[in-house]
């Protein structure tokens, strides 16, 4: 059984950063790969950014802008993404969660899932 738990949200001001991290319990093969999903109050949950276990390989929603940045840590088993220049329509909960396959941007592919994170950002 794979958990997921995130950590690392809270408020900051627009322009700001903050450091998502995820704790994955289980084990995670070369075959999988991880994704950072948000989700806005009364919005779908959207896709934000994705890393391939084997070889860190990542892909990013365009709104990004080269703003976040997600990588892994196959020996602390961990999920991290760092966030700067956050815009107040950053605003939401983010999950991480797990896919079998490459990294991909539909919710629905992923089947194991955090709990999630707050994160605020205020203008």
């Known amino acids: 059984q794979v958990q997921l738990a995130e950590s690392g949200g809270g408020t900051v001001q627009a322009g700001g950063s903050l450091r998502l991290s995820c704790g994955i319990s289980?084990?995670?093969?070369?075959?999988?790969?991880m994704g950072w999903f948000r989700q806005a109050p009364g919005k779908e949950r959207e896709f934000v950014a994705g890393?391939?276990?084997?070889?860190?390989?990542?892909r990013y929603a365009d709104f990004v802008e080269g703003r976040f940045t997600i990588s892994r840590d196959r020996s602390a088993n961990t999920v991290d993404l760092q966030m700067n220049s956050l815009k107040p329509e950053d605003t939401g909960t983010y999950f991480c969660?797990?896919?079998?396959?490459?990294?991909?941007?539909?919710?629905?592919?992923?089947?194991?899932w955090g709990q999630g994170t707050q994160v605020t950002v205020s203008s």
């Open positions: 289980g084990r995670t093969y070369s075959s999988h790969a």
């Open positions: 969660a797990r896919r079998v396959g490459a990294p991909t941007t539909g919710a629905s592919e992923y089947d194991y």
């Open positions: 890393v391939r276990w084997s070889n860190g390989a990542a």
